[in-house]
């Protein structure tokens, strides 16, 4: 027998929340993800912001991207733009989520632009995959986060952007706070947890609205309202996050709700602490670091051996500026 929702008592329940015990209907858990996501974006949008979206193809990006544009369409008044863009990494997994990337930014009637990891760094995580030693200390999970990350954010700069948006959920960020403190790195705890927006030159912004929100909420509801997104994990995920992930997942398991609370204390924890780090720009490409050389160049030149030849050079953004113009004009 069907279960029904335990808000409306009307529809049919798709999805249990264990932590507060209640069946919630394909709307009423709309709903609720809305009222977060929404508190977010309330919070740290700004009028006439020009939004990037970092939408990969899968649930989280996708469901982001979803909320961010009905935000959009209720609050004409802020008169934001949005565009969504992929940056393909040139693995077999990207291929399928980037058809339907663009499916989903078709639907909603937004401009939808994809960038080669190639076209901006010159090589693709697929090369990376295939020239690394095996058993080499690094996985290329690690490799493909910080040229993804830098990418992403340079691309958005190159365009104009003011703001990135990214899917990050719950449990992506509170793995990833529980993976800065077993590393001992304070300084990434904080850069992972600040929320408020910082003028730092070269470094966009980020949003991310699906902070507060469980990843297997975001997997119901896209799958309930048909969200075309890959619902699949990246194959690629290696290293230390499987190992938290597991240990997080069973203590929610065990007591409903740690999540939502690991992540409040961390906020709380580190509201006083600043970062004790100087943005200076890196000597080889010029983006933001805190280093002489930035992790992404510190990479390629680590990757120089294994591919024999030198891929030490600035990114190209040739492909950016010449979007730029049509990316943001009016439809
Ligand atoms: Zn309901
Ligand atoms: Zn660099």
Redesign the pocket.
């Known amino acids: 027998m069907e279960r029904r929702c335990d808000i409306c008592q009307e529809n049919e329940a798709i999805y249990t929340d264990y932590s507060r015990g209640v069946s919630l209907c394909t709307n009423c858990l709309k709903s609720s993800i809305r009222r977060r996501a929404w508190a977010v974006l309330e919070n740290e949008l700004q009028e006439g912001d020009k939004i990037v979206v970092a939408h990969s193809g899968g649930k989280d990006s996708s469901l982001a991207l979803y909320i961010t544009k009905e935000f959009i369409d209720t609050h004409p008044d802020m008169k934001l733009n949005l565009v969504s863009l992929t940056i393909d990494e040139g693995t077999f997994y990207r291929k399928a989520s980037i058809e339907l990337a663009k499916k989903l930014a078709e639907k909603l009637g937004i401009r939808y632009i994809v960038f080669t990891m190639e076209d901006i760094h010159g090589i693709s995580i697929e090369d990376i995959k295939v020239n690394i030693p095996k058993n080499w200390r690094r996985s290329v999970c690690t490799y493909c986060g910080v040229l993804r990350r830098q990418a992403i954010n340079a691309v958005a700069r190159e365009l104009g952007a003011s703001v990135v948006i990214t899917g990050h959920n719950l449990d992506d960020i509170v793995q990833t706070s529980l993976m800065n403190i077993a590393r001992g790195d304070v300084n990434a705890l904080v850069k992972t947890l600040r929320h408020e927006r910082r003028i730092e030159e070269g470094l966009i912004p980020r949003i991310r609205p699906l902070k507060y929100v469980y990843e297997r909420e975001i997997a119901a509801l896209v799958i309930a309202l048909g969200i075309p997104a890959h619902l699949g994990k990246c194959p690629f995920t290696q290293g230390m996050r499987i190992g938290i992930r597991r240990v997080i997942d069973e203590l929610e398991d065990e007591a409903s709700g740690s999540k939502i609370r690991a992540l409040r204390s961390f906020y709380l924890i580190t509201r006083s602490i600043r970062p004790r780090v100087e943005i200076k720009r ?1 000597k ?2 010029g ?1 933001p ?1 805190t280093a002489d ?2 992790k ?2 510190q990479f390629k030149l680590e990757l120089s051996d294994f591919f024999g030849k030198d891929l030490l050079k600035p990114p190209s953004f040739e492909k950016a500026s010449s979007e730029k113009e049509w990316i943001w004009s009016n439809r």
């Open positions: 890196c080889v490409c983006e670091t050389l930035c992404a160049c």
